[in-house]
């Protein structure tokens, strides 16, 4: 079976663009959250969509946005990208939305802003 | 809120050296803990988990206990190989409420194991 799969691998871009990553999760998985990874930190969460509706969200801007397709694949947006953005962003997928529920990484998308 | 703090690394070992990273959480659920794995250029991987108190999650010779009354999840294994090599992230997962998993993680200790 495929995992969690990530589009692009690689990205960059200057300050003030826009930029939209892309999440494939397993399949028959119906929650996705984002994740933001600068070098040598954990993950930060961002997002979590669960059945198309956003269910939570983590201290990050506005300029961050993300909504989850009928076929649970997910979009995650930033506009007006800062030097700060520049960080590994994950996507993560699990079955349900429960706390027992381990969450499947994709290798997520490097982005470089200029 | 929630929060996991992890020992500071890099831990650097000696082949078949026996392993403990330190973890330790606040909660004010009954969360469920984790231990993922990271290595260059990649993803996290799940290494194990455990969902309630006294659990014990095993998996590839790595073994951590869910301890509510230290509130840790010390992670060890008896004997490292040179591929175990990797960063390790401690992580709780708590329902906020219905729909809503959280999960939160900490800073990641690098583990090298020389040969």
């Known amino acids: 079976d495929a995992g969690v799969t990530q589009s692009p691998t690689h990205l960059i871009k200057t300050r003030g663009q826009h930029v939209t990553l892309r999440c494939s999760p397993i399949s028959g998985h119906k929650s996705v959250s984002w994740y933001q990874q600068v070098l040598g930190q954990g993950p930060q969460f961002i997002f979590q969509y669960y059945e198309k509706e956003e269910r939570g969200r983590g201290n990050f801007p506005d300029r961050f946005s993300a909504r989850q397709f009928p076929n649970y694949s997910s979009e995650l947006n930033v506009n007006a990208l800062l030097l700060g953005d520049s960080a590994l962003y994950l996507c993560?997928?699990?079955?349900?939305?429960?706390?027992?529920?381990?969450?499947?990484f994709g290798d997520g998308t490097r982005l470089s802003i200029l | 809120g929630n929060s996991v703090t992890q020992m500071e690394g890099p831990v650097t070992l000696s082949e078949e050296a026996f392993l403990t990273i330190n973890c330790t959480y606040t909660?004010?659920?009954?969360?469920?803990l984790f231990w993922y794995v990271q290595y260059p250029g990649e993803g996290l991987q799940l290494l194990l988990k455990?969902?309630?108190?006294?659990d014990k999650g095993s998996n590839k010779g790595f073994e951590a206990t869910y301890r509510k009354e230290t509130t840790s999840f010390h992670l060890e294994k008896g004997s490292v190989q040179v591929s175990d090599s990797a960063v390790y992230f401690c992580?709780?997962?708590?329902?906020?409420?219905?729909?809503?998993?959280?999960?939160?993680f900490g800073t990641g200790t690098k583990l090298q194991v020389i040969p």
């Open positions: 993560a997928s699990s079955q349900e939305s429960l706390s027992n529920q381990p969450q499947h």
């Open positions: 455990a969902t309630k108190a006294d």
């Open positions: 992580a709780l997962s708590d329902l906020i409420v219905e729909g809503y998993q959280k999960v939160t």
């Open positions: 909660a004010t659920g009954y969360p469920s």
